[in-house]
Nanobody
Framework: QVQLVESGGGLVRAGESMRLSCAAS????????MGWFRQAPGKEREFVAS????????YYADSVKGRFTISRTSAKSTVYLQMNSLKPEDTAVYYC????????????????????WGQGTQVTVSS
């Protein structure tokens, strides 16, 4: 049973920083693509960032590029999302996701391309 557990959400002011963590368990995640998505009220879930199994291929949504950084531990089982210069429009529930068995380094950005999901953590940015 694969489990993804996010932590680190909360309330911050615009311009501040926050780091989200995603702890993965239940499998060996060395060949998994890991990603972060977010969903604001009344909107569809959208791609934020992803990182390949090797950590070499990293992708960001244009809306967060230059402000957010995704990384993973050498053991591959924890993924982080460092969020700087936060804006009110970053307010959403943030979800960790995993795509199993992929060595391609390809760009995956659709929720349907990921196999496992965390329960989400709320991030609220006040103006």
């Amino acid at each position: 049973q694969v489990q993804l557990v996010e932590s680190g959400g909360g309330l911050v002011r615009a311009g501040e920083s926050m780091r989200l963590s995603c702890a993965a368990s239940g499998r060996t995640f060395s060949n998994y693509v890991m990603g972060w998505f977010r969903q604001a009220p009344g909107k569809e879930r959208e791609f934020v960032a992803s990182i390949s199994w090797s950590g070499i291929s990293i992708y960001y949504a244009d809306s967060v590029k230059g402000r957010f950084t995704i990384s993973r531990t050498s053991a591959k089982s924890t993924v982080y999302l460092q969020m700087n210069s936060l804006k009110p429009e970053d307010t959403a529930v943030y979800y960790c996701a995993a795509r199993r068995g992929d060595y391609s380094g390809r760009y995956y950005y659709q929720p349907s391309q990921f196999d496992y999901w965390g329960q989400g953590t709320q991030v609220t940015v006040s103006s």
